[in-house]
């Protein structure tokens, strides 16, 4: 694989939702979590198409900001399927 070519695995939502789950309970302030809510996103050139939108039951802020980073891995590691994020994106709008 070329340097600097970034291949996602294509996952559905409720895949995507299963593994930020599993990784994000590894996280200080995320321990109790039991549930993730994932929302697609406009895909700019070589950016996510989804974002963590939710956690239940909510963190701190605190604990958020120093998740980031792991959030940003599970961004670079995953791709929401699109035909899952367009079907999604169409209902918002409609």
């Not at 993730?36 to 039951?57: F, K, S």
Request: proline share 5%; aromatic share 4%.
């Amino acid at each position: 694989m070329p340097t600097g070519t970034l291949q996602r695995k294509v996952r559905s939502s409720a895949e995507l939702q299963e593994v930020c789950l599993r990784t994000l309970r590894k996280c200080p302030g995320f321990e109790r979590v039991d549930a993730i809510l994932i929302q697609p996103r406009d895909n700019v050139e070589g950016a996510a198409n989804w974002t963590v939108a939710a956690v239940r039951p909510r963190v701190d802020n605190q604990y958020l900001r120093g998740a980031r980073e792991t959030i940003g891995r599970l961004q670079q590691t995953y791709e929401l399927n699109p035909a899952e994020a367009h079907v999604r994106n169409v209902k918002r709008r409609g």
